[in-house]
RNA sequence: GGGGCCGUAGCCCAACUGGCUGAGGCACACGGUUUAGGUCCGUGACAGUGCGAGUUCGAAUCUCGUCGGCCCCA
């Protein structure tokens, strides 16, 4: 191919886009298995939502990863790549209902912009490999495994008090409630009682927590620690107390300090509450349940707030002490943490404490702690100690009593040793349209008849516009049609469920498909999974830190289970990239605080984006977009391009210059350790580097024109993975023929000659008293004694020293020598 | 209230297990190139590492305190 002269007064990123973006199409640089036999990675992005086209966080995300991805095909390894969409979720149906469309040709149109746009930006994907969480062939297979859940007991249905969004119209996971707000439109969270399905997350919570610890180093620490604080494990007791005719248990962590629980506490809320209440207190109840139901989450366990409750007039019996004391309901208890119940220890507890003295209730000290009485402090102490007033276990350290006070009532059939999880199950059922159906039918005679695989999957309903108006239940229930059919075991009359599935069901489980998109015979093709779990390399932002990261986690825990799964963790390293933000705030479309990347696409090229993003700083930081400089990239790569031109029209040489290469041999280097360890703003900083360093060897005289050509060859395949284009133009330029299939991206990664690594002189720093007063060029291999004699004989040393006598000599060979003066 | 992270030039950020008063980029100044204050090439200036103390032969790096910012839990 004869390729045009490049400009010298113009490098236009734009014409080098369009001259190779065709090509690399055509030589399909980035299918998985190119490199079979090779050892796998499989590098993933969280996949994007279809809301408009890409914006400056997913150019920052996806520019991470690419090269990540590409510098692992680089290396040699088969990668895998893929692009994905989670196109399921609310945006399209709001945007169906405003335009009086179906939701799916909003998503698909958006699909088709930010595929363009994947493409233009040059990622490195395997587009065979593509999916849609909202096509038929995708949630046929979340059906499936929903069905799966369903028969091992991990789905069920159950009637509770759950989070209900007034604004979206639908139910929520505890995930999805963020400081009692909904997580997707900021709607204060109320509750409801209703019947909804829930997957059992909760029997994986140890699991859960455990296996952490083989994530430890390769994901972020405060990743596992947010997910640890979500399941949220405590270790304690149940411990049974009679109230009139009912028992009821509580559970605590700190059984050592029964004999310090002065009353007992009921969830207003709880339907306890009414049944434990005395007939002339039910008056009371009522109106504070009233009261109780209009206070969020947040209000009810503010620390601040003042305590009120109610006392219902019944009498709690302590199962070891014998005492019978007073039983409230108050708010700060919740009804769904725990059993709804607790036994108050004003004495240790800071909000029994609060609460006792609102309402002059006795606080007795049972674990003597060394600190004042918090009786007379306000101050509940919670630390150790030794136990007093507590009878016979009078005397015993905390963790002594804690055993003996659990045995004891193990023995007795008043309690047990128990673990309590903040961790609660993950409701799923959305009472949305945009989402995959939940496969069941409800049949007069057969009940809940979950639809046979093979009757899979069940279609979503031709809705569109005013059909989907939210309306507290499903849009679907009003598709007739669709909703009657009949019982796939009695062949009688039945309806079909008009829920559909969280969105988060459908992102918990792609990673899976996505090693064989095409798969029919199940969700996942065995062979291929596993071929390329678990995922190598995870990006993504840290809002994930705990909702679809645990889902994910326990769907993989799940489907190990079933004998689905070989792997028991589906990512074995993940990076959260940081966010884009502009003059210290985040990007927002209402605000106007707003870059667009199409426009900065447009201005500065792809690669200098790409550039820009990775070299702002580390992938974790945020980036303000007002403190970096895309036209500094666009220069940089510019003079990389007339690099490769001025280089590769030099004639072709043999003569090679040691210092050429030996820069270029540091520079691989480097740049190899600091892409492993993800450092991709320092080794950005290199490449700048050897680009003046090579410049400087060629605008000097150009001799050693073989070490020229190769160091600039070495920084078009390294540089490749971070500004694609470019490196493909310098490649070119070198005289490869990349039409016929010598791209820079089926190239090799080069490999730092550990000779030229070698230094023959190394030069020492002589400090007296910690001051530099002289170098000397010594043998890396030098001897400590010899170095220290040299050192001391040498000018600047006898100088500094003026005659003093030395105390010591501190000796590192070869690189240092500390002179200290007596 | 508890726990964690961070603080390096005007700005964004480097610096392996403490060891050469400290990289790269932006912005800035000067010189050359130029019709051009643009591009390019070159040169230069700018920091003693938030502040205070300690440990050490030696501290940006370790310890304590303090100020400021961020995050998680309650």
């Not at 493409?119 to 046929?140: C, G, M, N, Q, V």
């Not at 020492?764 to 000397?776: F, I, N, T, W, Y």
Request: glycine share 8%.
């Amino acid at each position: 191919m004869t390729t045009p002269p490049l400009e010298r007064e113009a490098y236009d990123p734009h014409t080098v886009q369009d001259r190779w973006l065709p090509v690399w199409d055509r030589l399909d640089l980035y299918r998985a298995g190119r490199a079979a036999g090779a050892e796998k990675k499989y590098v993933l992005d969280m996949f994007p939502y279809p809301s408009g086209d890409l914006h400056m966080g997913h150019a920052e995300a996806w520019a991470i990863a690419d090269v990540v991805a590409r510098y692992w095909m680089r290396r040699g390894f088969d990668v895998l790549h893929p692009p994905g969409w989670d196109s399921f979720g609310l945006p399209a149906e709001n945007a169906a209902i405003k335009r009086g469309e179906h939701p799916a040709t909003w998503t698909y149109a958006n699909i088709e912009v930010q595929a363009e746009s994947f493409r233009r930006y040059a990622i490195a994907f395997d587009w065979s490999k593509r999916l849609h969480t909202s096509d038929p062939e995708y949630y046929r297979w979340t059906q499936w495994l929903f069905t799966r859940f369903l028969e091992r007991g991990l789905a069920y249905r159950k009637s509770s008090a759950v989070n209900w969004c007034p604004q979206d119209q639908t139910v929520l996971a505890n995930e999805q409630v963020v400081q009692g707000a909904c997580e997707r439109c900021g709607a204060v969270v109320t509750k409801r009682e209703l019947t909804q399905r829930f997957f059992k997350v909760t029997d994986y919570a140890d699991r859960l927590l455990d296996d952490m610890e083989q994530l430890k180093g390769s994901w972020p620490d405060r990743v596992l620690l947010m997910q640890k604080n979500w399941i949220g494990r405590s270790v304690g007791a149940h411990v049974d107390f009679v109230v009139g005719s009912e028992t009821v248990t509580v559970f605590t962590t700190r059984p050592d300090t029964l004999y310090g629980a002065t009353f007992f506490v009921v969830a207003a809320d709880a339907p306890l509450a009414l049944s434990l209440c005395a007939p002339d207190r039910l008056a009371a109840l009522e109106a504070y349940r009233e009261q109780v139901a209009a206070a969020t989450d947040i209000e009810r366990q503010a620390t601040d707030r003042p305590k009120t409750g109610v006392d219902l007039g019944a009498r709690a019996l302590n199962p070891v002490t014998g005492e019978q004391v007073p039983v409230y309901a108050a708010d700060y208890v919740l009804a769904d943490y725990g059993t709804g119940a607790i036994m108050a220890v004003p004495a240790h507890d800071q909000r029994d404490l609060d609460f006792a003295r609102a309402f002059d209730l006795p606080v007795r000290v049972v674990v003597d702690t060394g600190a004042e009485d918090p009786a007379v402090t306000g101050v509940a102490t919670a630390g150790d100690g030794v136990l007093v007033n507590s009878g016979p276990y009078d005397g015993l350290r905390k963790d002594e009593a804690i055993e003996r006070i659990v045995a004891d009532l193990e023995a007795r059939g008043a309690g047990t040793g128990a673990v309590n999880y903040r961790l609660r199950d993950w409701l799923l059922s959305r009472q949305r349209f945009w989402g995959t159906p939940i496969p069941v039918v409800h049949c007069d005679g057969c009940g809940l008849v979950p639809v046979p695989d093979d009757q899979l999957p069940v279609v979503l309903p031709d809705l569109r516009g005013d059909a989907l108006r939210p309306a507290g239940t499903s849009p679907l229930a009003g598709a007739t049609e669709w909703v009657n059919t009949t019982c796939p075991t009695c062949g009688g009359a039945a309806t079909r469920d008009t829920d559909t599935m969280d969105t988060f069901v459908d992102s918990a489980w792609y990673f899976l498909r996505f090693c064989n998109p095409d798969y029919l015979d199940g969700p996942f093709d065995p062979e291929a999974v596993r071929q390329w779990m678990p995922v190598d390399q995870y990006v993504g932002g840290v809002e994930h830190a705990i909702l679809h990261l645990l889902y994910a986690r326990f769907f993989t825990k799940a489907l190990h289970d079933m004998g689905l799964l070989d792997v028991t963790e589906p990512f074995s390293a993940l990076m959260n990239q940081g966010q884009v933000i502009l003059n210290g705030s985040a990007m927002s479309k209402t605000t106007g605080n707003l870059v667009n990347l199409g426009d900065e696409l447009s201005r500065f090229g792809v690669d200098a984006v790409r550039l820009t993003m990775v070299f702002a700083g580390p992938p974790e930081d945020d980036i303000d977009w007002a403190d970096v400089s895309p036209s500094g990239a666009v220069k940089y790569l510019a003079r990389v391009a007339r690099l490769g031109e001025d280089v590769g029209s030099l004639p072709l040489s043999d003569v090679r210059d040691v210092a050429v290469d030996k820069v270029v041999a540091k520079t691989v280097d480097e740049v190899t350790r600091l892409v492993e360890v993800h450092r991709l703003n320092v080794a950005v900083a290199r490449f700048m580097e050897l680009t003046s360093a090579l410049r400087k060897a060629h605008d000097a005289g150009a001799v050693g024109v073989a070490s020229l050509r190769d160091g600039v060859e070495a920084l078009a395949v390294m540089l490749g993975c971070f500004a694609p284009y470019t490196a493909e133009e310098v490649w070119s330029r070198l005289g490869h023929d990349v039409d016929g299939g010598d791209s820079v991206h089926a190239s090799t990664w080069p490999s730092a000659d550990p000779l030229l690594l070698v230094e023959e002189t190394v030069t020492c720093v002589v400090q007296v008293a910690g001051k530099v007063r002289d170098r000397l060029e010594v043998a890396p291999d030098i001897g400590e004694d010899e170095l220290r004699a040299l050192a001391l004989a040498s000018d600047g040393v006898v100088k500094a020293l003026d005659g003093r006598a030395v105390k010591v000599a501190i000796v590192r060979a070869p690189k240092l020598v500390n002179v200290v003066p007596a």
